[in-house]
């Protein structure tokens, strides 16, 4: 093996290695979706609280956001909801925002009663679902203070991989 | 049920004999044992046979709608028509693995049987390295993914196709795309087993050349219907998001694209061995990588696959070949002297090596922006690129390409004279005059005036070099050469692909407008009116229209609402085209008002991508098929310096 196949085999095998480090990474964190809204400004949307007014992104500008697109009839949703309400107790400078998605207000009504988030939650009234990139619920959307999408993860969420996303948009 | 136990017991078989032909073949090849290596082969050729019986099973199980294969009940309902059934066979994840594997199997074993002449040794590493390939498929298939597990309760009926997949395109987009994917593993064998047995000949070259460009070809066909598809059916308005799936398919084909040039430097000047089995090795390197990431959901991408259990194992896979082909190239690429001294910078051989360069800068590009995700989540904060770094970055590569393209044919192989350098003011005037006529027609952006003229130039050589051997012999030339022809055909198709893509990306324009009944919208000069939706019930499906006139056309776009899949809701986009530019309407979705928002893009001559796809195909069939052997005549002594070859 002469000098010059040496140094291309080493270079190899240390962009081999970082590669392989670095999937192996990914393999250890949950996967994002939507990569088209990934380092842009989220797409306007407002929800309807059954309080009453409205609850629009702009409003929160300036805070990180955790919005979670749910329905009420969606299983993985209510299973991942003490996980969020954990994570709002724990957070207060993270604003988080309820979307109810494919759903009804009677629905969104029925399941406050019996397991109330503690943050605004309600029909989408302004904006879409859709422009998320959002397929079927639950989804959640990590967008920091300056409104810009940072993550975006489908699935139901557990605590260690709400963690590591929080810390993306409130270190 | 007994479809479960037929295509497990199939892919169970399979995967022995597969392993069986592995390490059999190794052996065999190693102490050059010829009836031990015919056996090898015939192994190989038993588990191909074994995995076509696997794939009838499983298309059996489709088409009878058997709901207690968990595979049918998640992919499939009554209600979905029967061609889309029959395409859920590739649809999901355990059943797209035993395509790959399907098509693996089959090509390999056609790859096989074709290479009695390279020697028993080289075809013996040859089948080993295929089998080790097929048998890590099959273990996947038979322990992780397995598209036969049953279901403890058989469901009267099954979830259904995901809607984005019930299109017409399910039916040709996929399976052309894993195909391309598949086939990289043929000439890969052959690179790693002429490697093994320390052999860069040409025969191995002309048999993985062939390979290869089987390889380039369906990957072509691949990546253009991935993006008739983003264009046509996912309806957001573009055909290429540089998303991670577009990269990790786009990666193999620039180098393979590299592979197919640098390839004629061995074959006419005996240069470039070393490099050249780098190429084959890295384009399969590359199609595990991209399996990794599409199949593992690590990064985001609109196309993943369901995260599931495969994930490690493909990492485990992609870590085996990365440290397999590094020692493999290590150990043997000292040995690979180049027979010739190095030509000219400036001669056609100094034009493929910058063009390799360029190919390769463009694959480094493609892959940073595929993995700085991890990469930078492995060292921190987690960043991701967007459109303007690929523009940014891999932009001026491929303009560079353009150049070589309009500059390289008509440059001879040793030193370019003064004579072969006078053959360059066709192309060179043509893009003077284009770059001229469009400045004044008011174009001021430097990418346009520089991507356009030079697309035309590459257009001119090709065509000065059929008018050249017109005017020798009329036909005779381009019949008798017509794999260099053919090249000059594929050269002109991707000159008409980049017109389409450079027009559709600099001149593309866009319109957000909310229209009551009766309102008109004009955009790009063209005039549209909305008229009203309605809804209309399908069999799977509701979908609400909205009415668009365009000229004595209607255009209907619609949102489609799948109640069976929790309310899925998907877009079908409405578009006309024409040559010049498509019309391009996607219904935003309907106000409580009466009124309907949309999304109205002109998109300038995005029918240029296709045809100009057709004609780089057909460039490549009519300049390869029926070519019993490449033989290109070498050029190691001095050439004279007049006529370009």
């Given amino acids: 093996m002469n ?49 009453g007014g409205q609850v629009s992104l702009a409003q929160l500008q300036g805070k990180p956001v955790v919005l979670n697109f749910w329905a009420s009839w969606c299983g993985p949703c209510a299973q991942e909801l003490p996980v969020l309400s954990a994570a709002r107790e724990s957070n207060p400078q993270v604003d988080f925002v309820g979307a109810a998605m494919q759903d009804t207000s009677g629905g969104v009504e029925a399941f406050e009663k019996s397991h109330s988030h503690p943050y605004p ?42 963690a590591h996303y929080l810390a993306l948009i409130a270190p | 049920m007994i479809l479960a136990y037929l295509g497990s017991g199939a892919l169970l078989a399979a995967l022995i004999m597969a392993g069986f032909a592995a390490l059999l073949s190794f052996w065999a090849g190693w102490v050059e044992n010829l009836v031990m290596i015919q056996v090898g082969r015939r192994a190989f050729y038993a588990a191909a046979a074994l995995v076509v019986c696997a794939s009838v099973v499983l298309e059996a199980g489709l088409l009878t709608h058997d709901f207690s294969l968990a595979y049918v009940a998640n992919h499939t309902d009554l209600a979905t028509p029967m061609p889309l059934v029959a395409a859920a066979f590739y649809g999901g994840q355990e059943g797209s693995l035993l395509y790959w594997t ?28 295929l089998a080790s390939i097929a048998t890590f498929f099959l273990v996947v298939l038979v322990l992780v993914a397995s598209p036969f597990d049953l279901l403890f309760v058989t469901p009267p009926d099954g979830l259904g196709l995901n809607p984005v997949l019930r299109d017409g395109g399910m039916l040709i987009h996929p399976p052309v795309v894993l195909a391309g994917f598949a086939s990289f593993a043929i000439p890969f064998s052959f690179a790693a087993a002429a490697l093994l047995a320390n052999r ?30 983003a264009y046509h059916v996912l309806g957001w308005g573009g055909y290429w998001g540089w998303d991670p799936v577009e990269n990790v398919a786009l990666m193999p084909w620039l180098a393979t694209t590299a592979y197919l040039h640098s390839s004629q430097v061995q074959e006419r000047r005996g240069r470039l061995r070393a490099w050249n089995f780098g190429l084959v090795i890295l384009a399969f390197l590359l199609v595990v990588f991209g399996t990794f990431i599409v199949r593992s959901g690590v990064v985001p991408s609109v196309h993943t696959f369901a995260i599931s259990a495969i994930g490690p194992w493909f990492f485990a896979f992609l870590g085996m070949c990365l440290v397999f082909a590094l020692v493999l190239l290590g150990l043997r690429a000292g040995g690979l002297k180049s027979a010739g001294r190095p030509a000219a910078a400036v001669s056609r051989e100094g034009a493929f090596v910058l063009q390799n360069m360029l190919l390769i800068g463009a ?71 284009m770059a001229a006529f469009m400045m004044v027609a008011g174009v001021r952006s430097l990418p346009a005036l520089l991507a356009i003229p030079l697309a035309l130039a590459a257009a001119v050589t090709c065509v000065v070099e059929f008018g050249r051997a017109i005017a020798k012999g009329r036909l005779a030339p381009i019949i008798s050469r017509r794999r260099r022809y053919g090249a000059y055909l594929a050269h002109i198709g991707l000159v008409v692909v980049v017109v389409g893509v450079a027009a559709s990306h600099f001149w593309q324009q866009e319109k957000d407008v909310t229209l009551t009944p009766g309102q ?59 040559a010049t530019a498509d019309v391009y309407v996607i219904f935003a979705g309907a106000n409580s008002d009466g009124s309907a928002s949309f999304r109205i893009l002109v998109n300038p001559m995005v029918s ?26 070498p050029v190691l002594t001095p050439a004279p310096l007049a006529a370009p070859s």
Avoid: C, K
């Fill in chain 1, 3 to 51: 000098v010059r196949t040496g140094l291309l085999t080493g270079g190899g095998a240390v962009a081999g290695t970082v590669l392989m480090l670095s999937l192996g990474w990914g393999l250890q964190h949950a996967a994002m979706t939507s990569p088209h809204l990934l380092g842009h400004p989220a797409p306007p949307l407002a929800i309807q609280p059954a309080a």
């Fill in chain 1, 121 to 162: 939650v309600g029909p989408i009234v302004g904006g879409s679902y859709q422009s998320y990139g959002v397929v079927g619920p639950p989804a959640t959307v990590f967008i920091n203070a300056q409104g810009v999408v940072v993550a975006s993860f489908s699935g139901p969420l557990d605590a260690p991989t709400l």
């Fill in chain 2, 102 to 129: 399907l098509v693996l199997g089959l090509l390999g074993s056609a790859s096989l049987v074709a290479s009695a002449s390279l020697g028993p040794r080289l075809a013996a590493y040859a089948a080993a390295v």
């Fill in chain 2, 200 to 229: 860069a000949d040409a025969g191995w070259i002309a048999h993985t050349r062939r390979y290869a460009l089987v390889a380039w070809s369906l990957q072509s066909a691949g990546l253009l219907l991935g993006m008739w598809w």
């Fill in chain 2, 363 to 433: 694959v480094a590009v493609v892959l940073w922006g595929t993995v700085l995700p991890l990469v930078s989540g492995l060292f921190g904060q987690e960043r991701v690129v967007g459109e303007s770094y690929y523009d940014r970055a891999a932009g001026p590569l491929f303009v560079l390409i353009l150049g070589l393209m309009a500059a390289g044919p008509l440059l001879p192989w040793r030193r370019a004279g003064r004579t072969s350098l006078r053959a360059l003011r066709w192309p060179l005037v043509a893009a003077a005059v």
């Fill in chain 2, 520 to 578: 008109q919208v004009s955009i790009g000069g063209y005039q549209l009116t909305y008229a009203g939706m309605e809804q209309r019930q399908l069999a799977d499906h509701s979908e609400l229209v909205a009415a668009m006139r365009f000229g004595d056309r209607t255009l209907e776009p619609a949102r489609a609402t799948y109640a069976g899949l929790g309310g899925q809701s998907l877009t079908h986009v409405a578009i006309s085209t024409t």
């Fill in chain 2, 608 to 633: 240029w991508i296709w045809a100009g796809g057709i004609v780089i195909i057909l460039g490549v069939v009519l300049g390869n098929v029926g070519q019993r052997r490449a033989a290109p005549v």
